[in-house]
């Protein structure tokens, strides 16, 4: 609503709901986007945060040491799977189903193994990257199905809000290339715009997908209709078609070992070789051995990535006979259906599922970009309101309270999430349930963030915790080494571009809230009177231009270090 | 080289849609008010056909179905930096789109690693 | 967007325009839901009858639902009264859960 109570014109209430479901939502969003964003590199994280894993380290032995391991470990499986190390994973993540198990996760045994010596390796308790992973779709401490459906909500808000943004803001791409910097309102303008729209095929394709992750819980209605509600029967026919389409999840991974001939298994070195002559760029991923030890036995090599997102970034698989080592007929992929097809390739990008390592990083950026688009939205909220704070004299408790909540929401996820890290590495390994306690660690600290802007100024609130974020990042590729992980030198001299690409990652975070802290120092920036906002009667409510001079210009100072850092950031990125 | 080729190809394109553009046109050096409406579709349709030639780059390297999401991610950091090129150094705006199509170019010969 | 948009003849009431907007976001959130509920079940059974498989009509109909959620929310804002949002959503609601009922009874006959 405008402050003056005029009505105003249906676009206006467009703009209108978009300021206020944006405020509601926008933590939320944000929230998401920043946990979602770090979740592209969930294995990465998961592999830090489990530093026994980084003695790991592979070599051309590996595969072998890997099935040599199994036999020992479980020489009764009716099959095994082994991941190989890659850039992503330090460690031989092993898989087994002894006869007779349940059908499913429930049945399916798992260790990890060191890929340089194929012992098994006890780790710590932790959830790992998989707790932020889980965070940005059902959220913590509420029933699985609340926390979806809200984060349902909100995405299905934002993908209209995209559209409908597109289809009213005409002016966008008149001002497509357009940041005009030291502008106060206008700035965070600028940059809210920025970010929406020249990220649009991002946003458009990660809110859609969301949708279609969740669409089962979301919108069951058509299988309600044409299954009369027996969910497994869509499941189960949708599977079976997908198992064929993709390639399956190891072919004759039903297979029982029967108890019969005992037989060794093949050497697994020339079948390696001949899968790299065939897959230059991937090499090979994972092996599965069906009936291991017996004549029926069967080695499945699976692809290290997939080349289309048609099918699930599915690769492709090489079968030989377990005991000659002979090639067999691998089962043929079939045509993938066109509604199959979309839903794979927007799901499929959404989840990073695919080799490609410079396609996550562009995921990744992107989803630092709507990160940066839900936060400049906040902090133009307030923004947007300090003439009228001025006007006032005082500070309505509302505006206090969006004031507050964005520094503890923005600010405070980075010193959480840091401090998270951390936990993992200061709680004790003997700790029962110590996976929980870096938890409610992360929580805590999240908590402290929202209260510890009450006390300060905004502007101090600001530079406070993004100093801290910023210690903290800058200061975990040190705690590393120091407590059991492998250096960044160490691991960048062995090639273990997982716990590298953590530390490098924590690194350029340190670089981003500094920068920010940096530019909330400047005597400048809350100085430098905003001058004319130049805001024209297109964007808005606004009506006068004068914004943000010293003394209200808190959060101006705020805005516009945030939007020179925002756009700092996207260029050391 | 296909990343680079395909960004810097992006860049270009932009660059050619901006100059078309009223609000950037003088950031290049054009009198948009003064141009013709030829010249403008010119600059436009040029622009164009830069970001089909960077889609094809990525069409050469990748399976369709990434190359189109990769090419749409590249479009969004090839605007932010011509953004950012039109926001703090727009006189070397125009050097720079010439520099990235001259690369840009160069890099598209050199085979796919 | 302010200056052309203006497609109120006469300003009416603070209170009639809140009451405008909390109705329009009803249709958008609600209405728009029920639409798309209908229009994900009308065509996970419809879908079939033009040659698609079963669970392939239910996930095409499922994804267009979304869409169409997204643009019955656009409509409910767009259109030029409250009432008309209504209409706009709920006629097509009725008739896609009419289709829906008519081959759901057509499936078991």
């Known amino acids: 609503m405008r402050i003056d109570g005029k009505p105003e014109g249906l676009r206006q209430s467009m703009s209108w709901l978009h300021t206020w479901s944006g405020l509601v939502l926008g933590w939320l969003l944000y929230a998401v986007f920043f946990t979602g964003t770090l979740s592209f590199f969930r294995d990465e994280i998961d592999d830090w945060m489990r530093p026994e894993l980084h003695r790991s380290v592979a070599s051309a032995e590996t595969a072998q040491l890997g099935l040599d391991a199994m036999q020992k470990l479980a020489p009764n499986a009716t099959t095994w799977t082994l991941s190989l190390p890659n850039a992503r994973q330090t460690a031989i993540e092993a898989s087994w189903r002894e006869p007779g198990a349940a059908a499913g996760r429930a049945g399916t045994s798992r260790a990890t193994l060191d890929a340089g010596t194929g012992e098994r390796i006890e780790h710590r308790e932790t959830r790992g990257g998989n707790f932020l992973y889980r965070f940005h779709f059902e959220l913590y401490a509420m029933p699985r199905i609340w926390g979806r459906w809200i984060v349902g909500f909100a995405t299905m808000l934002m993908f209209v809000a995209i559209i409908s943004g597109v289809i009213t803001h005409k002016k966008i791409f008149t001002d497509f290339f357009t940041f005009r910097p030291r502008k106060g309102q206008r700035s965070w303008l600028d940059a809210h715009n920025a970010t929406a729209v020249?990220?649009?095929?991002?946003?458009?394709?990660?809110?859609?997908?969301?949708?279609?992750?969740l669409m089962n819980l979301l919108m069951p209605w058509g299988i309600q209709a044409a299954y009369n509600g027996d969910t497994g029967a869509y499941f189960s026919e949708m599977r079976g078609n997908r198992q064929a389409a993709g390639g399956g999840q190891g072919a004759g991974g039903r297979a029982q070992a029967e108890p019969g001939q005992h037989a060794p298994l093949a050497s697994i070195a020339p079948l390696l070789a001949q899968a790299q002559q065939q897959w230059p760029r991937h090499g090979v991923g994972s092996i599965t051995v069906n009936a291991p030890g017996t004549a029926r036995a069967t080695i499945e090599l699976r692809e290290g990535g997939g080349s289309s997102l048609v099918n699930r970034g599915a690769s492709s698989?090489?079968?030989?006979?377990?005991?000659?080592?002979a090639s067999r007929q691998p089962h043929e992929a079939l045509a993938v259906s066109w509604p199959r097809a979309t839903s794979n390739v927007f799901t499929s990008l959404h989840l990073g599922r695919f080799a490609e390592p410079a396609v996550r990083w562009l995921l990744f950026l992107s989803g630092v970009v709507g990160t940066l688009m839900a936060a400049t939205g906040m902090v133009l909220w307030v923004v947007k309101r300090l003439p009228e704070r001025r006007k006032l004299g005082y500070t309505p408790k509302g505006h206090r309270f969006v004031e507050v909540l964005n520094v503890g929401s923005i600010a405070g996820l980075s010193v959480a999430t840091a401090a998270y890290f951390w936990f993992n590495r200061l709680i004790p390994v003997e700790l029962a349930g110590r996976g929980d306690w870096e938890i409610r660690g992360f929580f805590t600290v999240w908590l402290l963030?929202?209260?510890?802007?009450?006390?300060?100024?905004?502007?101090?609130?600001?530079?406070?915790?993004?100093?801290?974020?910023?210690?903290?990042?800058?200061?975990?590729?040190?705690?590393?080494?120091?407590?059991?992980?492998?250096?960044l030198a160490q691991s960048l001299a062995h090639s273990q571009w997982s716990i590298a690409g953590f530390d490098l990652m924590m690194m350029a975070l340190a670089v981003i809230h500094g920068v920010i802290v940096w530019w909330l120092a400047r005597p400048q920036a809350a100085a430098r009177p905003a001058a004319k906002a130049g805001v024209r009667k297109s964007t808005g409510e606004q009506k006068s231009g004068v914004l943000a001079t010293r003394e209200s210009g808190t959060a101006a100072g705020t805005a516009a270090g945030v939007a020179g850092a925002s756009m700092a950031l996207e260029k050391s990125t | 080289m296909t990343y680079g080729a395909a960004l810097l190809l992006a860049f270009a394109a932009f660059a050619a849609i901006a100059a078309s553009m009223d609000r950037h046109g003088d950031q290049f050096g054009m009198k948009t008010q003064a141009l013709s409406s030829g010249r403008i579709l010119w600059w436009r349709a040029g622009g164009f056909v830069l970001l089909g030639v960077s889609l094809l780059k990525c069409l050469q390297h990748w399976n369709t179905s990434i190359a189109i999401a990769a090419w749409l991610g590249l479009l969004t950091f090839a605007a932010m930096a011509l953004g950012l090129v039109l926001t703090y150094a727009p006189h070397k705006a125009r050097q720079l789109a010439c520099c990235?199509?001259?690369?840009?170019?160069?890099?598209?010969?050199?085979p796919p690693l | 967007m302010s200056s052309e948009s203006t497609s109120m003849p006469q300003a009416p009431s603070l209170g009639r325009y809140r009451v405008q907007v909390a109705s329009r976001s009803v249709a958008a959130i609600g209405g728009g839901y029920v639409l798309a509920a209908m229009s994900a079940a009308a065509g996970a059974l419809g879908f079939q009858l033009m040659g698609l498989s079963r669970p392939d009509a239910t996930l095409a109909a499922t994804m267009l639902s979304f869409v169409l959620y997204a643009i019955?929310?656009?409509?409910?804002?767009?259109?030029?009264?409250?009432?008309?949002?209504?209409?706009?959503?709920?006629?097509?609601?009725?008739?896609?859960?009419?289709?829906t009922w008519w081959l759901m009874r057509g499936g078991q006959a």
């Open chain 1, 198 to 213: 020249l990220a649009l095929p991002f946003h458009i394709l990660i809110t859609f997908s969301g949708l279609l992750l």
């Open chain 1, 449 to 487: 963030c929202l209260l510890h802007p009450l006390l300060r100024a905004p502007r101090q609130a600001w530079r406070e915790q993004m100093a801290v974020a910023a210690l903290l990042f800058a200061l975990l590729p040190v705690l590393n080494p120091l407590t059991g992980g492998a250096s």
């Open chain 2, 100 to 110: 990235t199509a001259a690369l840009g170019a160069l890099l598209w010969l050199v």
């Open chain 1, 317 to 325: 698989t090489l079968l030989f006979d377990g005991v000659s080592g």
């Open chain 3, 72 to 99: 019955a929310a656009m409509w409910a804002f767009g259109c030029a009264s409250a009432g008309r949002a209504w209409s706009g959503i709920g006629l097509p609601a009725v008739v896609l859960g009419v289709l």
